[in-house]
T-cell receptor
Protein backbone atom coordinates (compact mmCIF):
# COMPACT_ATOMS: atom_id res chain seq x y z
CA UNK A 1 0.00 0.00 0.00
CA UNK A 2 0.91 3.64 0.10
CA UNK A 3 0.72 4.17 3.85
CA UNK A 4 3.07 6.48 5.66
CA UNK A 5 2.70 5.87 9.36
CA UNK A 6 3.39 8.12 12.31
CA UNK A 7 2.54 8.06 15.98
CA UNK A 8 -0.32 10.45 16.62
CA UNK A 9 0.81 12.28 19.72
CA UNK A 10 4.01 13.31 21.52
CA UNK A 11 4.37 15.33 24.70
CA UNK A 12 7.70 16.79 25.80
CA UNK A 13 9.01 19.22 28.37
CA UNK A 14 10.32 22.56 27.21
CA UNK A 15 14.07 22.38 26.66
CA UNK A 16 14.12 18.63 26.06
CA UNK A 17 14.63 16.99 22.67
CA UNK A 18 11.68 15.72 20.67
CA UNK A 19 11.90 12.76 18.34
CA UNK A 20 9.10 12.16 15.86
CA UNK A 21 9.18 8.88 13.97
CA UNK A 22 7.78 7.84 10.62
CA UNK A 23 7.77 4.69 8.50
CA UNK A 24 7.14 4.67 4.77
CA UNK A 25 6.53 1.94 2.26
CA UNK A 26 8.17 2.79 -1.06
CA UNK A 27 11.88 1.96 -1.10
CA UNK A 28 12.24 3.87 -4.38
CA UNK A 29 11.02 7.16 -2.91
CA UNK A 30 13.49 9.87 -3.84
CA UNK A 31 12.80 12.58 -1.28
CA UNK A 32 11.31 12.51 2.19
CA UNK A 33 9.90 15.62 3.82
CA UNK A 34 8.86 16.99 7.15
CA UNK A 35 6.13 19.60 7.22
CA UNK A 36 4.81 21.57 10.21
CA UNK A 37 1.22 22.72 10.57
CA UNK A 38 0.24 25.31 13.15
CA UNK A 39 -3.42 25.89 14.05
CA UNK A 40 -5.38 27.57 11.28
CA UNK A 41 -2.46 27.52 8.86
CA UNK A 42 -1.26 25.49 5.94
CA UNK A 43 1.61 23.04 5.92
CA UNK A 44 5.01 24.67 6.13
CA UNK A 45 8.03 22.83 4.76
CA UNK A 46 10.52 22.27 7.59
CA UNK A 47 13.20 20.15 6.02
CA UNK A 48 13.77 17.29 3.61
CA UNK A 49 16.29 14.56 2.93
CA UNK A 50 17.35 12.90 -0.29
CA UNK A 51 17.20 9.14 -0.26
CA UNK A 52 20.96 8.67 -0.68
CA UNK A 53 21.63 10.48 2.60
CA UNK A 54 21.55 9.05 6.11
CA UNK A 55 21.40 12.25 8.06
CA UNK A 56 20.75 15.93 7.58
CA UNK A 57 21.14 18.65 10.19
CA UNK A 58 19.59 22.09 9.97
CA UNK A 59 20.00 24.20 13.10
CA UNK A 60 17.85 22.55 15.81
CA UNK A 61 16.50 19.94 13.40
CA UNK A 62 18.14 16.60 12.67
CA UNK A 63 16.68 14.17 10.16
CA UNK A 64 17.76 10.53 10.23
CA UNK A 65 16.96 8.12 7.43
CA UNK A 66 17.23 4.34 7.65
CA UNK A 67 16.51 3.11 4.13
CA UNK A 68 16.77 -0.54 5.04
CA UNK A 69 13.96 -0.23 7.58
CA UNK A 70 12.18 2.58 5.66
CA UNK A 71 12.29 4.64 8.81
CA UNK A 72 12.55 8.41 9.06
CA UNK A 73 12.87 10.51 12.18
CA UNK A 74 12.88 14.19 13.04
CA UNK A 75 14.71 15.34 16.12
CA UNK A 76 14.08 18.81 17.48
CA UNK A 77 16.73 19.93 19.95
CA UNK A 78 15.88 22.30 22.82
CA UNK A 79 12.16 22.10 22.09
CA UNK A 80 10.28 25.35 22.64
CA UNK A 81 6.59 26.12 23.13
CA UNK A 82 6.57 27.58 19.63
CA UNK A 83 7.35 24.11 18.31
CA UNK A 84 3.90 22.89 19.40
CA UNK A 85 2.18 21.90 16.15
CA UNK A 86 1.32 18.91 13.98
CA UNK A 87 4.27 17.42 12.12
CA UNK A 88 3.70 15.54 8.88
CA UNK A 89 6.07 13.09 7.28
CA UNK A 90 5.76 12.72 3.48
CA UNK A 91 7.43 10.64 0.82
CA UNK A 92 7.73 11.63 -2.82
CA UNK A 93 6.79 8.79 -5.08
CA UNK A 94 9.13 7.99 -7.92
CA UNK A 95 7.29 7.11 -11.10
CA UNK A 96 8.37 6.87 -14.67
CA UNK A 97 8.02 10.05 -16.66
CA UNK A 98 8.24 12.08 -13.51
CA UNK A 99 5.39 12.37 -11.10
CA UNK A 100 5.36 14.84 -8.29
CA UNK A 101 3.00 13.18 -5.81
CA UNK A 102 3.53 13.23 -2.06
CA UNK A 103 2.11 10.63 0.29
CA UNK A 104 1.51 12.12 3.72
CA UNK A 105 1.29 10.49 7.11
CA UNK A 106 -1.56 11.30 9.47
CA UNK A 107 0.58 13.75 11.41
CA UNK A 108 2.07 13.75 14.92
CA UNK A 109 0.71 16.33 17.33
CA UNK A 110 3.60 17.69 19.40
CA UNK A 111 2.67 19.28 22.72
CA UNK A 112 5.39 21.17 24.59
CA UNK A 113 4.77 21.84 28.27
CA UNK A 114 6.75 23.89 30.79
CA UNK B 1 7.73 36.73 -2.00
CA UNK B 2 4.05 35.92 -2.26
CA UNK B 3 3.22 32.35 -1.40
CA UNK B 4 0.27 30.31 -2.56
CA UNK B 5 -2.86 32.43 -2.15
CA UNK B 6 -6.24 30.87 -1.50
CA UNK B 7 -9.64 32.46 -1.25
CA UNK B 8 -11.88 32.62 0.57
CA UNK B 9 -10.31 31.73 3.92
CA UNK B 10 -13.65 30.69 5.31
CA UNK B 11 -16.88 29.69 3.62
CA UNK B 12 -20.14 28.77 5.26
CA UNK B 13 -23.06 27.81 3.06
CA UNK B 14 -26.15 25.67 3.01
CA UNK B 15 -26.22 22.25 1.49
CA UNK B 16 -27.16 22.17 -2.15
CA UNK B 17 -25.37 25.41 -2.93
CA UNK B 18 -22.47 25.68 -5.33
CA UNK B 19 -19.09 26.37 -3.75
CA UNK B 20 -16.05 27.68 -5.61
CA UNK B 21 -12.61 27.71 -4.04
CA UNK B 22 -9.80 29.66 -5.67
CA UNK B 23 -6.05 29.33 -5.75
CA UNK B 24 -3.20 31.39 -7.11
CA UNK B 25 0.04 29.35 -7.18
CA UNK B 26 3.50 30.76 -6.70
CA UNK B 27 4.61 32.54 -9.86
CA UNK B 28 6.73 30.28 -12.04
CA UNK B 29 5.51 27.03 -10.50
CA UNK B 30 4.17 24.53 -13.00
CA UNK B 31 2.51 21.99 -10.69
CA UNK B 32 -0.63 22.59 -8.65
CA UNK B 33 -2.32 20.34 -6.14
CA UNK B 34 -5.68 20.42 -4.36
CA UNK B 35 -5.91 18.63 -1.00
CA UNK B 36 -8.67 18.09 1.51
CA UNK B 37 -7.99 17.74 5.24
CA UNK B 38 -10.39 16.24 7.75
CA UNK B 39 -9.98 14.73 11.19
CA UNK B 40 -11.21 11.36 9.96
CA UNK B 41 -9.25 11.03 6.74
CA UNK B 42 -6.25 13.30 7.28
CA UNK B 43 -4.75 14.95 4.21
CA UNK B 44 -6.06 13.62 0.90
CA UNK B 45 -4.83 14.58 -2.55
CA UNK B 46 -7.83 15.42 -4.73
CA UNK B 47 -6.24 16.42 -8.02
CA UNK B 48 -2.86 17.32 -9.45
CA UNK B 49 -2.14 19.59 -12.46
CA UNK B 50 1.11 19.86 -14.35
CA UNK B 51 1.46 22.70 -16.86
CA UNK B 52 -2.27 23.41 -16.44
CA UNK B 53 -3.22 19.86 -17.45
CA UNK B 54 -4.87 17.48 -14.95
CA UNK B 55 -2.50 14.57 -14.42
CA UNK B 56 -4.21 12.64 -11.66
CA UNK B 57 -7.78 13.22 -10.52
CA UNK B 58 -8.24 9.83 -8.89
CA UNK B 59 -8.72 11.49 -5.52
CA UNK B 60 -11.73 13.53 -6.57
CA UNK B 61 -14.57 12.11 -4.48
CA UNK B 62 -17.34 12.12 -7.05
CA UNK B 63 -18.86 14.00 -9.93
CA UNK B 64 -19.98 16.81 -7.68
CA UNK B 65 -16.34 17.90 -7.53
CA UNK B 66 -14.59 19.54 -10.46
CA UNK B 67 -11.34 21.43 -10.83
CA UNK B 68 -9.99 23.67 -13.55
CA UNK B 69 -6.76 25.43 -14.28
CA UNK B 70 -7.40 27.87 -17.14
CA UNK B 71 -3.92 29.37 -16.91
CA UNK B 72 -0.68 29.05 -14.99
CA UNK B 73 -1.70 31.54 -12.32
CA UNK B 74 -5.19 30.42 -11.35
CA UNK B 75 -7.14 27.33 -10.40
CA UNK B 76 -10.60 26.64 -9.05
CA UNK B 77 -12.15 23.74 -7.18
CA UNK B 78 -15.91 23.62 -7.47
CA UNK B 79 -18.44 21.57 -5.52
CA UNK B 80 -21.96 21.42 -6.93
CA UNK B 81 -24.19 20.59 -5.16
CA UNK B 82 -22.45 20.77 -1.80
CA UNK B 83 -23.22 18.37 1.05
CA UNK B 84 -22.45 18.52 4.80
CA UNK B 85 -19.86 15.75 4.42
CA UNK B 86 -17.84 18.07 2.18
CA UNK B 87 -17.03 20.20 5.23
CA UNK B 88 -13.25 20.26 5.56
CA UNK B 89 -10.20 22.44 5.09
CA UNK B 90 -9.17 22.56 1.44
CA UNK B 91 -5.55 23.30 0.64
CA UNK B 92 -3.89 24.28 -2.57
CA UNK B 93 -0.16 23.68 -3.06
CA UNK B 94 2.25 24.40 -5.89
CA UNK B 95 5.75 23.37 -6.88
CA UNK B 96 8.22 23.83 -9.70
CA UNK B 97 8.63 20.36 -11.12
CA UNK B 98 10.86 20.08 -14.13
CA UNK B 99 14.00 18.37 -15.32
CA UNK B 100 17.36 19.95 -14.71
CA UNK B 101 20.18 20.16 -17.27
CA UNK B 102 21.07 16.51 -16.61
CA UNK B 103 17.52 15.38 -17.19
CA UNK B 104 16.86 14.69 -13.52
CA UNK B 105 13.87 15.79 -11.50
CA UNK B 106 15.45 17.66 -8.64
CA UNK B 107 13.93 18.36 -5.26
CA UNK B 108 11.06 20.79 -5.65
CA UNK B 109 8.91 20.66 -2.54
CA UNK B 110 5.29 21.59 -2.49
CA UNK B 111 4.38 24.94 -0.96
CA UNK B 112 0.98 25.18 0.67
CA UNK B 113 -1.54 27.98 0.96
CA UNK B 114 -3.30 28.71 4.25
CA UNK B 115 -6.38 26.79 3.16
CA UNK B 116 -10.11 27.41 2.90
CA UNK B 117 -12.19 26.23 5.83
CA UNK B 118 -15.48 25.07 4.33
CA UNK B 119 -18.59 24.43 6.39
CA UNK B 120 -21.70 23.06 4.72
CA UNK B 121 -24.78 23.34 6.90
Amino acid sequence: GEDVEQSLFLSVREGDSSVINCTYTDSSSTYLYWYKQEPGAGLQLLTYIFSNMDMKQDQRLTVLLNKKDKHLSLRIADTQTGDSAIYFCAERKAKTGGYNKLIFGAGTRLAVHP
Amino acid sequence: DAGVIQSPRHEVTEMGQEVTLRCKPISGHNSLFWYRQTMMRGLELLIYFNNNVPIDDSGMPEDRFSAKMPNASFSTLKIQPSEPRDSAVYFCASSDFRRDSRGHYSNQPQHFGDGTRLSIL
